[in-house]
């Protein structure tokens, strides 16, 4: 995609979503997303700041989608389904473009505002690599679009009426071997959101105009008790900083249900998905929170949807689930971290930071919305980390080392151990082949 279209934002097809509303409830939600398109985003701030965050950075769809095994040199082909105000779209066109990688990125939404908004981000950044479609995602399989080898679907199946119908939609339009990257909402991190729901349903009835149903939350928020759960909840902030698009996608949004890791899960083994990774792995692992030796063996009996369902009632802060799934009868990608030509890289940190940042006892401090985790790493991992560039392999990280003084045998251990700490926060991921 080339060139600029009118209003000076980047050509693409745009489709008006043709599939009606599905109940009443719909209807509200689209009106809200027009009223206030969501997240609040202004254009101008692109000058300043690429927003980040998972899913769908490249490094992790490289990893956790396609197990370090797809070339770079193929084009990727993805689609953001529901893209809002576009910070996945924006966010993965952005990589795409700095990495030299080919492909394009599909927007699609049916907010005119939140096309507006995100159409003058991606002008901001001069990304030509975007296809902008106006529609339902409900719609794709009888779209004519794709296939596409990634799909993002971040917070927008669980506003659906039927979230099953939602995924069967995006995997019509999956490619084969391709994978998605999902977000939805989880209860226990959101103690306090459905409180003030019921709150404001009872005095901004949902057949006010959106206008009047924000006026009276906004007064309802300068007057909450000390003693209600959403004053002591400190893990996200749309309420405070969000503007009015935050505080009416949070309380006033006319249909959201939150997931718990085995409702979830239920889901996406009904629509034929298996899980390679829930983002980040350490936090669905109770063994951190609970070192006790006698309790361990108690959750070493335990299978891995039970144990990660049990990790998040006890941190009891997981305001959301995301995970990166594939086609449950896709082979799985077993990429090996100690293969000579495998090329570790960073997600969005640097290894001398790291490094810098182990303690004199060996752990590195973590915190994980609230939650502190010392995860624990070998002493010649301050050796590692700083050599780790996205550009050698442990070959040559090996050989440096190697050339220091360091053992064959010592690096590997090493290595090995770091990696596997390392992952599980997701900092360190193995890099796509060229």
């Not at 409180?195 to 206008?211: C, G, K």
């Not at 290894?351 to 401090?365: F, H, K, M, S, V």
Request: one cysteine or more.
């Amino acid at each position: 995609m080339t060139g600029q279209g009118a209003l000076g934002v980047p050509p693409g097809r745009i489709m008006l979503y043709a599939r009606p509303m599905t109940d009443a409830t719909d209807q509200r939600l689209a009106g809200q997303y027009e009223a206030y398109p969501y997240p609040k985003r202004d254009p101008r701030e692109e000058a300043k700041r690429l927003v980040v965050g998972s899913p769908s950075h490249i490094r992790e769809i490289d990893y956790w989608v396609f197990g370090a095994a797809r070339p770079v040199s193929r084009p990727l082909n993805a689609l953001v389904a529901g893209g809002g105000t576009g910070d996945a779209t924006i966010m993965l066109a952005q990589q795409m473009t700095n990495l030299g990688r080919t492909g394009q990125v599909t927007w699609l939404d049916r907010s005119a505002a939140a096309l507006a908004i995100a159409q003058g981000r991606a002008t901001a950044r001069d990304l030509t690599n975007i296809v902008w479609e106006q529609r339902s995602l409900l719609d794709l399989p009888e779209s004519g679009l794709g296939p596409f080898d990634y799909i993002d679907c971040c917070g927008v199946l669980h506003h659906l009426p039927d979230p099953a119908v939602g995924l069967r939609a995006l995997l019509s339009v999956l490619a084969p071997g391709g994978g998605m990257g999902l977000m939805v909402y989880a209860p226990h991190g959101r103690t306090g959101v459905y409180m003030m729901q019921d709150v404001l349903r009872r005095l901004a009835p949902e057949d006010e105009t959106p206008q009047q149903r924000l006026d009276v939350a906004r007064r309802v928020m300068k007057h909450l008790p000390e003693t209600q759960w959403l004053r002591r909840n400190h893990i996200f902030d749309d309420h405070i900083n969000g503007g009015d698009a935050g505080l009416y996608d949070l309380l006033l949004n006319p249909r959201d249900r939150a997931y718990t890791v085995p409702e979830f899960s239920d889901l996406l083994r009904a629509a034929g998905l298996r899980v390679t990774c829930w983002v980040e792995p350490l936090r669905y692992d109770p063994v951190p929170m609970l070192p006790d030796p006698r309790l361990r063996a108690r959750l070493d009996a335990m299978e891995p949807t039970q144990r990660a369902a049990l990790a998040e009632a006890l941190a009891g802060n997981m305001a959301v689930h995301i995970v990166y799934c594939v086609r449950a009868d896709d082979p799985p990608h077993q990429p090996d971290p100690a293969a000579e030509t495998a090329v570790p890289v960073f997600r969005e940190v640097n290894g001398e930071a790291l490094a810098r940042g182990i303690r004199p006892d060996g752990t590195l401090p973590v915190i994980l919305d609230g939650l502190r985790v010392a995860v624990a790493l070998p002493p010649l991992a301050t050796a590692i980390l700083p050599l780790i560039d996205g550009q050698r392999s442990v070959g040559q990280i090996g050989a440096i080392l190697a050339a220091r003084g360091m053992k064959p045998d010592a690096f590997a251990k090493a290595w090995q151990q770091t990696f596997a700490a390392l992952v599980r926060i997701n900092r360190l991921l193995l890099a796509a082949p060229v």
